[in-house]
């Protein structure tokens, strides 16, 4: 930016979305920023529920450090958490994961698993896809447009109740995540190292919803 300074440069737009706040920002660069817009956030704070779940529905704790993240229990807990959530959020959800691996290990751990206190052989994948109309990510590129128009579809086939979508943090979902925004209702976060991380956009009615979550 000083280069642009010597230049003669008289003036610089410099925007973005995640240049916030911009006073530090201007701090990193040594630069003073006489003009500046920063505008709020599109979904104001009363619309947002943001919360951490450190247990699923039997007791056993969502902890997805290194150490844990690979046992069955946790993907066990996992699985009937999301289960849960998938039959009190409406329209679209998001599961994010820290790698296609642990993601790919979820799911296959789950659709050769049911739950451990039923007396049926309905699967975990089963359970949720009984819920929500299910999409995963695809690690090619080329494949990522047909998986959002899939999922899209899915969303608005008035049949079911909405669909879900499994995504890795930093992947091809989590870029356009500003763009898709608004067909998710709520967003899991589950690969905090400690705990499980929800965010819903959220209604009056969340509030009743919740309590279910971990019955």
């Known amino acids: 930016m000083k280069e642009f300074v010597k230049l003669g440069v008289l003036s610089i737009i410099l925007t973005s979305g995640t240049l916030s706040p911009l006073e530090s920002c201007a701090q990193e660069m040594n630069l003073e920023f006489p003009v500046r817009l920063e505008n709020p956030h599109v979904v104001s704070s009363d619309q947002v529920w943001v919360g951490v779940v450190p247990s699923g529905p039997s007791g056993y704790s969502l902890n997805s450090s290194y150490r844990t993240r690979d046992s069955l229990e946790y993907k066990q807990e996992l699985g009937n958490t999301i289960v849960n959530l998938s039959k009190i959020v ?15 290990r979820c799911i296959e751990c789950w659709k050769s698993m049911s739950h451990a206190r039923s007396s049926d052989c309905i699967t975990i994948w089963e359970r949720i896809c009984k819920n929500k109309q299910p999409v ?7 494949l990522f447009p047909n998986a959002v128009e899939d999922f899209e579809a899915k969303l608005h086939d008035r049949t079911t109740s909405g669909a879900i979508f499994f995504a890795v943090c930093r992947g091809k979902v989590s870029l356009l995540l500003n763009i898709i925004y608004h067909q998710f209702f709520c967003k899991i976060f589950a690969f905090c190292s400690s705990n499980f991380y929800l965010s819903f956009l959220s209604e009056p009615q969340f509030d009743m919803l919740l309590s279910k979550l971990l019955s």
Do not use: R, T, W
Not at 90 to 104: E, I, K, N, Q
Not at 136 to 142: F, G, L, T, V
């Open 90 to 104: 409406p329209a679209g959800l998001l599961v994010f994961f820290p790698s296609y691996y642990l993601m790919d």
């Open 136 to 142: 995963i990510e695809p690690k090619q590129s080329a």
